[in-house]
């Protein structure tokens, strides 16, 4: 919870009471009238306490605790020699001064605490009535004109238009929306539509185009499964998805900004930009000088699936990871583009959560991102949810001709949205995710990280502590057992005998507190999070500069877990998603975070000042191994190796 108040706002207080106390005596020994004198008063004290705020709050200052007594003792020297002159020359104290702003400065924090405490409490009580105990999962609730809103379309803007808005791009002018303090621009298209003979083709470039287009509704989410737990089960979806939105600050600037660029969770399989979580206007609100980016992709069957055994399959020689070649396109026309918006295409960084967090580390494996981004902060990423051979891939696709009674690509290629959005539906947990072929990712991406593949790029790498039970809350829990035996059956099968007695063991030692399935959830949660981790031991090994996280937060409500929902609404300040999502954002670690997240964006060293944090002490966020833990309450800087020791070993059994 927040400090109400520290040694720094009261030394400030100090020297603001002079200038407050100053203000009134002076201007009342001069004859003014009580307006003027109250008017000079207000004046002079806050010009008074915006100047030594800037002093006492700098980075010079707070870098150092030596700087700061030097600070603390000036500023009381600085109040003695006042209180001296105004005695002596006024006939004035200006200790009165000092109790009244002592006072406001003690008074406010603590009545904001309590109004702050009572706001929490009924959203907490709002949502546990939404929830209960959680059981059912995530259950939205979402009103019917929200969603008509959501599904609105752009269109061609043929006249006039408000050139405030306006943004012209190499392939179009785009007119956006004003919301608080940003522009948003949604539903701008970053390459042609992949439909009609498009249909599983590597993306194409959009021609150079002088046309003008509304871009005041996001595009249309990718094809995907409907989960119970998807909030985007009820926004429109289409094959013609690759579009993104920018996000600019309102206030203009000649500057160049950095950017940045978030890949959407969602396993793969389902997901998109349209999800309130991944909204950027909150924190491009707070944080002006940032150019805030989101797309979509294709997912599913549109984006990763092998045809090289179709008959006609040739013909589409790229699907097996499409989805990650929109990202490229995507990413490509950021760069060539953004500078219209008032980004820098030379200071990208790029975040991602779950499967969007695995496409980042993918893209830095191929190589494919060297030029596109400069750093990277993934959660929750992890190199086995990717395959290391197409089976998976070209097993979808017999299943696939199954489903859908088809014999050839040709068939497949006549087939209407909805009969592939139907098979998609029944096929869902045969899914595949990217597959590294080889030729353009690396079959083992951690040898390709530790061997350099990613170098140049910076890296903060996030671990959640209890995602597989958000994993559960999207799914529901008869497809969470079934994936959860797949996960074991599939570490079981390993060559290696020992392996599977090792697993043996450890789901018995589990059963001891917990059922067969909370056992079997614990090890793949630990075998999750040990693969995370070892990302960052194989970058660092590389030669990236990497930080590491671990969200050891407590969910409000246990059934519905802690990880990419809470992470992904404090980094982006993302209050009512993450209220839709069943939890109840902590305000003041959510500013820490968002600070954190700006100063790696504009290259700034990871340390928060007294000035910058609430509730913890002043730190310095070293690079791996030492961890930020990110708790209920506070932000602590330790290392998590002794976490995942009784994991580890077996991680580094089945992937060496």
């Known amino acids: 919870m927040k400090k109400l108040f520290t040694i720094d706002d009261i030394a400030v207080a100090f020297v603001s009471a002079l200038g407050y106390g100053f203000g009134a005596t002076i201007s009342k020994l001069s004859g003014w009238p009580e307006p003027l004198c109250m008017a000079a008063s207000f004046v002079l004290g806050l010009v008074v306490e915006s100047i030594v705020s800037k002093i006492a709050f700098s980075k010079s200052i707070q870098k150092k605790p030596i700087n700061r007594i030097i600070t603390y003792v000036t500023i009381f020297l600085i109040f003695l020699i006042a209180q001296y002159i105004s005695v002596s020359r006024l006939g004035v104290s200006m200790i009165d001064n000092v109790k009244e702003q002592l006072i406001y400065v003690v008074g406010f924090p603590i009545l904001g605490f309590?109004?702050?405490?009572?706001?929490?409490?009924?959203?907490?009580?709002?949502?546990?009535?939404?929830?209960?105990?959680?059981?059912?999962?995530?259950?939205?609730?979402?009103?019917?004109?929200?969603?008509?809103?959501?599904?609105?379309?752009?269109?061609?803007?043929?006249?006039?238009?408000?050139?405030?808005?306006?943004?012209?791009?190499?392939?179009?002018?785009?007119?956006?929306?004003?919301?608080?303090?940003?522009?948003?621009?949604?539903?701008?298209?970053?390459?042609?539509?992949?439909?009609?003979?498009?249909?599983?083709?590597?993306?194409?470039?959009?021609?150079a185009s002088d046309a003008v287009f509304e871009a005041k509704s996001f595009g249309p989410s990718a094809i995907q499964v409907e989960l119970n737990g998807s909030i985007l089960k009820n926004?429109?979806?289409?094959?013609?998805?690759?579009?993104?939105?920018?996000?600019?600050?309102?206030?203009?600037?000649?500057?160049?900004?950095?950017?940045?660029?978030?890949?959407?969770?969602?396993?793969?399989?389902?997901?998109?930009?349209?999800?309130?979580?991944?909204?950027?206007?909150?924190?491009?609100?707070?944080?002006?000088?940032?150019?805030?980016?989101?797309?979509?992709?294709?997912?599913?069957?549109?984006?990763?699936?092998?045809f090289s055994e179709v008959p006609g399959g040739e013909a589409c020689p790229d699907t097996l990871n499409l989805g990650l070649l929109d990202q490229v396109a995507a990413l490509r026309w950021i760069r060539e583009n953004i500078a219209a918006f008032g980004g820098d295409p030379d200071r990208i960084t790029v975040l991602g959560f779950g499967s969007g967090a695995t496409s980042i580390l993918l893209l830095a494996a191929s190589g494919q991102g060297k030029d596109l981004f400069q750093k990277a902060f993934v959660f929750n990423g992890s190199p086995m949810s990717v395959y290391d051979t197409p089976d998976g891939a070209r097993t979808l696709a017999k299943n696939l001709l199954k489903e859908t009674q088809t014999t050839s690509m040709a068939e497949l290629m006549k087939l209407d949205t909805e009969s592939?959005?139907?098979?998609?539906?029944?096929?869902?947990?045969?899914?595949?995710?990217?597959?590294?072929?080889?030729?353009?990712?690396?079959?083992?991406?951690?040898?390709?990280?530790?061997?350099?593949?990613?170098?140049?790029?910076?890296?903060?790498?996030?671990?959640?502590?209890?995602?597989?039970?958000?994993?559960r809350s999207v799914v529901g829990d008869r497809n969470y057992e079934d994936i959860i035996s797949i996960g074991i059956t599939n570490l079981r099968n390993s060559k290696d005998e020992s392996i599977s007695n090792d697993?043996?063991?450890?789901?018995?030692?589990?059963?001891?507190?917990?059922?067969?399935?909370?056992?079997?959830?614990?090890?793949?949660?630990?075998?999750?999070?040990?693969?995370?981790?070892?990302?960052?031991?194989?970058?660092?090994?590389?030669?990236n500069k990497v930080h590491l996280m671990y969200w050891d937060q407590k969910p409000l409500i246990e059934k519905l877990g802690s990880g990419t929902v809470d992470a992904s609404a404090m980094l982006l300040g993302n209050t009512e998603a993450a209220e839709m999502y069943g939890s109840v954002m902590n305000k003041d670690l959510s500013e820490m975070l968002q600070n954190l997240l700006q100063k790696f964006i504009k290259e700034e060293p990871l340390q928060l000042y007294h000035n910058e944090i609430k509730g913890v002490d002043a730190f310095d966020w070293k690079s791996y191994p030492q961890t930020l833990i990110v708790t209920d309450e506070k932000l602590i800087c330790d290392t998590i190796e002794d976490r995942l020791s009784g994991i580890m070993s077996l991680v580094d059994h089945v992937l060496e």
């Open 503 to 543: 697993i043996n063991a450890y789901i018995e030692a589990q059963k001891a507190s917990s059922t067969e399935l909370e056992a079997q959830s614990k090890l793949v949660e630990q075998f999750l999070m040990a693969c995370v981790y070892r990302v960052a031991v194989k970058l660092s090994e590389g030669g």
């Open 235 to 306: 926004h429109r979806q289409s094959e013609d998805c690759l579009s993104l939105n920018v996000c600019i600050g309102a206030k203009k600037s000649n500057k160049k900004k950095p950017v940045l660029v978030l890949f959407h969770h969602g396993d793969f399989t389902y997901g998109g930009s349209a999800d309130p979580l991944m909204y950027g206007s909150n924190f491009v609100n707070d944080h002006q000088d940032i150019v805030f980016v989101s797309f979509n992709y294709r997912l599913g069957i549109f984006g990763f699936i092998d």
């Open 420 to 471: 592939l959005k139907d098979a998609a539906q029944k096929l869902w947990q045969n899914m595949c995710a990217p597959t590294c072929d080889g030729e353009w990712l690396p079959i083992d991406l951690y040898r390709a990280f530790q061997n350099g593949a990613a170098s140049g790029i910076e890296f903060i790498i996030g671990i959640p502590g209890n995602e597989t039970q958000v994993y």
């Open 114 to 207: 309590i109004v702050n405490l009572i706001i929490r409490w009924y959203r907490v009580q709002k949502i546990r009535k939404l929830y209960g105990d959680g059981n059912q999962g995530f259950v939205f609730d979402v009103k019917k004109e929200d969603i008509e809103g959501l599904n609105q379309q752009n269109r061609t803007i043929e006249g006039e238009y408000d050139a405030n808005y306006s943004v012209k791009t190499k392939t179009g002018t785009y007119i956006g929306n004003k919301y608080k303090n940003t522009i948003y621009f949604l539903g701008v298209p970053y390459a042609k539509p992949p439909v009609g003979e498009l249909r599983w083709k590597a993306p194409e470039p959009l021609p």
